[in-house]
T-cell receptor, first 115, second 113 residues
Framework: EAGVAQSPRYKIIEKRQSVAFWCNPI?????LYWYQQILGQGPKLLIQFQNNGVVDDSQLPKDRFSAERLKGVDSTLKIQPAKLEDSAVYLCASSPGQQYQETQYFGPGTRLLVL | AQSVAQPEDQVNVAEGNPLTVKCTYS??????LFWYVQYPNRGLQFLLKYITGDNLVKGSYGFEAEFNKSQTSFHLKKPSALVSDSALYFC???????????FGDGTTLTVKP
């Protein structure tokens, strides 16, 4: 079974530029998560999708971050414009359903550096 | 609001010795508790979880964790550490009330030969 795929793996941009990350979850997984992991901290949930609907985006900075999940499969997370404090690893994860006791399966992450 | 505390940033053990990585949590209602491991430049990998039932949970690579409701703890343990266990370990909690998972800040485990 293929795992969660993410691209790019690394990205370096200057502040005020825009950037987009892509995620392809495990086939058949209904729930998709985007996390931000700042160095020295645990992952923080940015947004959770159930199929193509948003379940939780309470911690997403909506003035600069946006995300979509087209047709309930792939997802894109965008930052526009980027700030220095957005430097982090962006993790995508998926799980089979919506139950909160389900295991999440993580991709390798995208490491973003904002200069 | 739910929260997770991993009181030790770093745990060092000798190979062959038992290891413990500590986790305490705060949540309203019954918790779902998870341990994940992260190797350098990799995403998080699932180790084990507690949902309900037996307080001692066994997981991958010989790891186990004990759910203690009175102490609100879910410590990760292994009887005999391997050098290859060296990694960053995250504890997480969720439940039906709060929904999303909350992760601790991680504990770096170093196992020395």
């Amino acid at each position: 079974e293929a795992g969660v795929a993410q691209s790019p793996r690394y990205k370096i941009i200057e502040k005020r530029q825009s950037v987009a990350f892509w995620c392809n979850p495990i086939s058949g997984h209904a729930t998709l998560y985007w996390y931000q992991q700042i160095l020295g901290q645990g992952p923080k949930l940015l947004i959770q999708f159930q199929n193509n609907g948003v379940v939780d985006d309470s911690q997403l900075p909506k003035d600069r971050f946006s995300a979509e999940r087209l047709k309930g499969v792939d997802s894109t997370l965008k930052i526009q414009p980027a700030k220095l404090e957005d430097s982090a690893v962006y993790l995508c994860a998926s799980s089979p359903g919506q139950q909160y006791q389900e295991t999440q399966y993580f991709g390798p992450g995208t490491r973003l550096l904002v200069l | 609001a739910q929260s997770v505390a991993q009181p030790e940033d770093q745990v060092n053990v000798a190979e062959g010795n038992p290891l413990t990585v500590k986790c305490t949590y705060s949540v309203s209602g019954n918790p779902y508790l998870f341990w994940y491991v992260q190797y350098p430049n990799r995403g998080l990998q699932f180790l084990l979880k507690y949902i309900t039932g037996d307080n001692l949970v066994k997981g991958s690579y010989g790891f186990e964790a004990e759910f203690n409701k009175s102490q609100t703890s879910f410590h990760l343990k292994k009887p005999s550490a391997l050098v290859s266990d060296s990694a960053l370990y995250f504890c997480a909690v969720s439940n039906t009330n709060a929904g999303k998972s909350t992760f601790g800040d991680g504990t770096t485990l170093t196992v020395k030969p």
